[in-house]
């Protein structure tokens, strides 16, 4: 409520800076040769002192995406993309043998955070939200680390988490979107680089949102993140990443993979913010977002809660889901996609019912403006053997301008009779006659339609944590600049 | 405050209004009866500045500027309020929001400091309970559901909040019970003030029973047909209209 009233005055402010995630930081950073082959990923793997199983793993994956051709099914469009014209490693050089404390951190690095809006230095954090930073291939520093560590939560690079848990690493990695799940996992499985590993153990509430920030800085990079999430039985989490990149002409390609298991009785709550760089007006440049994001309801009575807001990228490819394999587990899926100018968003959820009684919700808010085109397209199946499914979408599109295009592809495959599956959808444009009454009551143009466009994402943005509702507001207000009259 | 002189306006290459001369003084309220389709709403469209309505002659002129060209939401902010013949519905707003979104941005036009939150929700409160608006019509969304009722008082709790100095009425009495029309008129009778002037567009004499107008106009076919007092109006609901359909045959 007070979040929402503020919105207009934060868009004001914020409406002449555009972009403002677009600068560079200047940083010594050691990078691999560019291309791709096994040498590469050796180097990789090499560089983070892992263990042999994960290199075997690596050049698997590597091998087999080889052979794989691109994905044709969603509607994106894009030329080829060249994957021997990128860098697959780029380190800030004082980062590379990773800080021991914040100290040791190139302060450059911290004032690049700080531009960004995330303090990483000890006084100046938010309270209550841990941080992990990952600057282009390395992850330079999490904070509350201690703090996480009294009650048993490990937060930190997934790097890292090979050397104070490799067992636990090596127990859930890969086990929820496989190596050879897609072309974009599978070269995520052969070359990434860090992210964020978090594990709760049982019975435990974490005491504090995690959070992690992701920064594509040096050109030609790709950012392929891997995060790995467990909450052991009887626990809670909530998790928040948030994403940027500087304005380059090129399209940067980003593919991560994000892995959930929740066990018995666990929840984890997982929210992104994510405003990589679109592109400019004329639809030059951006980031190309291909990203696997799946979680595994393994335990009874467990509940994963999918919420994104995306609003940046050139292009977005992704499907959070979630596999119900518990008995009376709960999927969730919550969603705001803004288009404008050239962005292109082909987005949704897969909602795989196993177990009995299992329930799962998606609120899907589309918004399109100026040529862009937009896709929902989301499964729901349930298997032979979940008795008693629930299933409930919902999926809204909201026009601006008439040159855009929104798009909503629903599967739904039920194999059991007492299941039940409702699917409402709506398209609507944002109205002359809305618009005509709200500047009638003094609201400017672009104001009016930040209210109206919050007003329709409303659902989804109680979702969110209440520290990132307000920046959600500010994005979606950002995001649709320009997009009227 | 308000002066129309010689106002031509046409939609889509159709004359409309040909010809409108009207002019109010501070403190008065007027009163615009006419049959439908005689340009009434386009009267009160244009002096709000809606697009899609070409000025073709004539000017608008405003507590001495000339309006022509101003965008809605500045004529908002120098203090001219429409109340709609029928409210827009804004899904997921609350109306709250709504209204201190609304009343932030007059002020910030003025150069005003915005109210914050609490002193909003407080005067909001107030308004509400003086016009007898439930408070739990302060927290739903902008119309949604509001009944034909709710949607008009919730047009007078606007006008009351943002304190106008011109109020246009447009046909805020059709669709209403006798109820709901008094506490309308109420509302309006309540804002009377000398600095303020009131237009009311109807189609109806009833309204005119509780809000007693300065002067009564009849417009047909594009143009003020006769202009009087308000004995004119209960002249109107003996007779009907027929009499201009032949004026300006």
Request: charged letters at 25%; glycine letters at 8%; hydrophobic letters at 35%.
């Given at each position: 409520?007070?979040?929402?009233?503020?919105?207009?005055?934060?868009?004001?402010?914020?409406?002449?800076e555009?972009?403002?995630?677009?600068?560079?930081t200047d940083?010594?950073?050691e990078?691999?040769?560019?291309g791709?082959?096994?040498d590469?990923?050796?180097?990789?793997?090499?560089?983070?002192?892992e263990p042999?199983?994960?290199?075997?793993?690596r050049?698997?994956?590597?091998?087999?995406?080889l052979?794989?051709?691109?994905?044709?099914?969603?509607?994106?469009?894009?030329?080829?993309?060249?994957?021997?014209?990128?860098?697959?490693?780029?380190?800030?050089?004082?980062?590379?043998?990773?800080?021991?404390?914040?100290?040791?951190?190139?302060?450059?690095?911290?004032?690049?955070?700080?531009?960004?809006?995330i303090?990483l230095?000890?006084?100046?954090?938010?309270?209550?939200?841990?941080?992990?930073?990952?600057?282009d291939?390395?992850?330079?520093?999490?904070?509350?680390?201690?703090?996480?560590?009294?009650?048993?939560?490990?937060?930190?690079?997934?790097?890292?988490?090979?050397?104070?848990?490799?067992?636990?690493?090596k127990?859930?990695?890969?086990?929820?979107?496989?190596?050879?799940?897609?072309?974009?996992a599978?070269?995520?499985?052969?070359?990434?680089?860090?992210?964020?590993?978090?594990?709760?153990p049982?019975g435990?509430?974490?005491p504090?949102?995690?959070?992690?920030?992701?920064?594509?800085?040096?050109?030609?990079?790709?950012q392929f993140?891997r995060?790995?999430?467990?909450?052991?039985?009887?626990?809670?989490?909530s998790?928040?990443?948030?994403?940027t990149?500087?304005?380059?002409?090129?399209?940067?390609?980003h593919?991560?993979?994000?892995?959930?298991?929740?066990?018995?009785?666990?929840?984890?709550?997982?929210?992104?913010?994510?405003?990589w760089?679109?592109?400019d007006?004329?639809g030059?440049?951006?980031?190309?977002?291909?990203?696997?994001?799946?979680?595994?309801?393994?335990?009874?009575?467990?509940?994963?809660?999918?919420?994104?807001?995306e609003t940046?990228?050139?292009?977005?490819?992704k499907?959070?889901?979630?596999?119900?394999?518990g008995?009376?587990?709960?999927?969730?899926?919550?969603?705001?996609?803004?288009?404008?100018?050239y962005?292109?968003?082909d987005?949704g959820?897969?909602?795989?019912h196993l177990?009995?009684?299992?329930?799962?919700?998606?609120?899907s808010?589309?918004?399109?403006?100026?040529?862009?085109?937009q896709?929902?397209?989301g499964?729901?199946r349930?298997?032979?053997?979940?008795e008693?499914?629930?299933?409930?979408t919902?999926?809204?599109?909201?026009?601006?301008?008439?040159?855009c295009?929104?798009?909503?592809?629903?599967?739904i495959?039920?194999?059991?009779?007492?299941?039940?599956?409702?699917?409402?959808?709506?398209?609507s444009k944002?109205?002359?006659?809305?618009?005509?009454?709200l500047?009638?009551r003094g609201?400017?143009?672009?104001?009016?339609?930040?209210?109206?466009?919050?007003?329709?994402?409303r659902?989804?943005?109680?979702q969110l944590?209440?520290?990132?509702a307000?920046?959600?507001?500010?994005?979606?207000?950002?995001?649709?600049?320009g997009?009227?009259g | 405050?308000?002066?129309?002189k010689?106002?031509?306006?046409?939609?889509?290459?159709?004359?409309?209004?040909?010809?409108?001369?009207?002019?109010?003084?501070?403190?008065?309220?007027?009163?615009?009866?006419?049959?439908?389709?005689s340009?009434?709403?386009?009267?009160?469209h244009?002096?709000?500045?809606?697009?899609g309505y070409?000025?073709?002659?004539?000017?608008?002129?405003?507590?001495?500027?000339?309006?022509t060209?101003l965008?809605?939401?500045?004529r908002?902010?120098?203090?001219?309020?429409?109340?709609?013949?029928y409210?827009?519905?804004?899904?997921?707003?609350a109306?709250?929001?709504f209204?201190?979104?609304?009343?932030?941005?007059?002020?910030?036009y003025?150069?005003e400091?915005?109210?914050?939150?609490m002193q909003?929700?407080?005067?909001?409160?107030?308004?509400?309970?003086?016009?007898g608006?439930?408070?739990?019509?302060l927290?739903?969304?902008?119309?949604?559901?509001?009944?034909?009722?709710?949607k008009?008082?919730?047009?007078?709790?606007?006008?009351?909040?943002?304190?106008?100095?011109?109020?246009?009425?447009?046909?805020t009495?059709?669709?209403l019970?006798?109820?709901?029309?008094k506490?309308?008129?109420?509302?309006?009778?309540?804002?009377?003030a000398p600095?303020?002037?009131t237009?009311?567009?109807?189609?109806?004499?009833?309204?005119?029973?509780?809000?007693i107008?300065?002067?009564?106009?009849?417009?047909?076919?594009?143009?003020?047909?006769?202009?009087?007092?308000?004995?004119?109006?209960?002249?109107?609901?003996?007779?009907?209209?027929?009499?201009?359909?032949?004026?300006?045959?």
């Amino acid at each position: 409520m007070v979040a929402s009233t503020n919105t207009a005055q934060q868009v004001k402010e914020l409406a002449e800076e555009k972009y403002k995630y677009g600068f560079f930081t200047d940083i010594e950073s050691e990078t691999a040769p560019k291309g791709l082959n096994e040498d590469i990923v050796r180097f990789i793997s090499a560089k983070k002192n892992e263990p042999e199983w994960l290199l075997k793993w690596r050049l698997k994956a590597f091998k087999y995406w080889l052979t794989m051709p691109e994905p044709r099914w969603s509607k994106v469009i894009h030329d080829p993309i060249d994957y021997q014209d990128a860098y697959y490693y780029s380190a800030p050089k004082s980062a590379a043998d990773g800080p021991q404390s914040l100290d040791e951190i190139d302060p450059q690095l911290l004032e690049t955070y700080e531009k960004l809006g995330i303090p990483l230095k000890e006084q100046e954090r938010l309270s209550g939200v841990a941080v992990d930073a990952v600057f282009d291939s390395v992850s330079v520093a999490t904070t509350f680390k201690a703090k996480l560590g009294e009650v048993g939560v490990i937060f930190c690079p997934i790097s890292e988490a090979l050397e104070v848990c490799p067992d636990l690493v090596k127990k859930y990695l890969g086990t929820v979107v496989p190596y050879t799940d897609n072309k974009h996992a599978t070269l995520n499985s052969a070359v990434f680089t860090d992210g964020s590993f978090v594990y709760i153990p049982p019975g435990v509430r974490c005491p504090m949102e995690l959070s992690t920030y992701f920064r594509i800085n040096a050109a030609n990079t790709g950012q392929f993140e891997r995060t790995l999430i467990i909450a052991d039985k009887g626990s809670y989490v909530s998790y928040l990443e948030g994403c940027t990149a500087p304005m380059r002409d090129e399209h940067q390609l980003h593919a991560a993979v994000v892995e959930l298991i929740t066990l018995d009785d666990a929840e984890i709550k997982y929210s992104t913010i994510q405003n990589w760089y679109p592109g400019d007006e004329n639809g030059r440049g951006g980031i190309y977002n291909f990203v696997t994001k799946r979680g595994h309801c393994r335990g009874r009575n467990s509940k994963i809660s999918w919420t994104q807001v995306e609003t940046g990228a050139a292009i977005t490819w992704k499907y959070p889901s979630c596999i119900l394999q518990g008995d009376n587990s709960v999927g969730e899926f919550y969603s705001i996609a803004i288009t404008n100018n050239y962005q292109q968003a082909d987005t949704g959820t897969k909602m795989i019912h196993l177990g009995k009684n299992t329930t799962s919700r998606i609120i899907s808010k589309g918004i399109s403006a100026g040529r862009a085109n937009q896709t929902y397209r989301g499964l729901v199946r349930i298997s032979p053997k979940a008795e008693g499914a629930r299933n409930f979408t919902q999926c809204d599109s909201l026009l601006i301008g008439d040159r855009c295009g929104a798009h909503t592809v629903p599967y739904i495959e039920c194999k059991n009779k007492s299941a039940i599956v409702e699917h409402e959808a709506t398209t609507s444009k944002i109205s002359e006659d809305q618009l005509f009454y709200l500047r009638q009551r003094g609201i400017p143009p672009e104001e009016a339609v930040t209210l109206v466009v919050n007003g329709f994402c409303r659902e989804v943005l109680q979702q969110l944590p209440m520290e990132f509702a307000v920046e959600a507001q500010k994005l979606v207000g950002i995001s649709l600049e320009g997009s009227v009259g | 405050m308000l002066e129309i002189k010689n106002l031509h306006v046409s939609v889509e290459g159709k004359a409309i209004l040909k010809g409108i001369d009207l002019s109010v003084q501070p403190g008065e309220i007027h009163a615009i009866m006419g049959p439908n389709g005689s340009g009434k709403s386009t009267l009160s469209h244009v002096i709000a500045g809606r697009d899609g309505y070409e000025i073709t002659g004539g000017r608008i002129i405003y507590q001495g500027e000339d309006l022509t060209g101003l965008a809605p939401e500045i004529r908002a902010a120098k203090g001219i309020f429409l109340a709609f013949q029928y409210p827009v519905e804004i899904p997921g707003v609350a109306n709250t929001t709504f209204l201190k979104e609304a009343l932030n941005a007059i002020r910030r036009y003025h150069g005003e400091d915005e109210l914050d939150a609490m002193q909003f929700v407080k005067m909001m409160r107030e308004k509400a309970k003086e016009l007898g608006i439930p408070e739990d019509m302060l927290k739903r969304a902008v119309n949604v559901g509001f009944s034909g009722g709710e949607k008009k008082r919730n047009e007078i709790l606007q006008m009351a909040i943002l304190n106008p100095r011109l109020a246009i009425l447009d046909e805020t009495d059709s669709g209403l019970d006798i109820d709901a029309m008094k506490i309308v008129a109420e509302g309006v009778n309540n804002m009377r003030a000398p600095e303020r002037s009131t237009l009311i567009i109807t189609h109806y004499q009833r309204l005119l029973d509780y809000i007693i107008p300065d002067k009564v106009h009849v417009l047909a076919h594009g143009r003020i047909q006769r202009s009087g007092g308000k004995e004119l109006a209960l002249e109107l609901e003996e007779k009907g209209y027929a009499e201009f359909g032949e004026a300006a045959a």
